[in-house]
């Protein structure tokens, strides 16, 4: 059977990146990409999997 993954994805703070993603590194979840928000400016989305339990 092949892996099943979940996805996630959260705003991203540009003062504060290194906390928000260690938060979510310590929940399991594996950072995939950050890409600009809808807003622009200094907004940023990042995308986050892990796998299925």
Request: charged letters at 20%; a negative charge; aromatic letters at 12%.
């Amino acid at each position: 059977m092949s892996q099943k993954w979940e996805y996630l994805t959260a705003p991203l703070l540009i003062h504060n990146t290194k906390a928000i993603l260690d938060n979510w590194g310590e929940e399991g979840w594996e950072l995939v990409q950050i890409v600009p928000g809808p807003t622009g400016g200094e907004s940023l989305v990042a995308y986050f999997k892990r796998p299925k339990p």
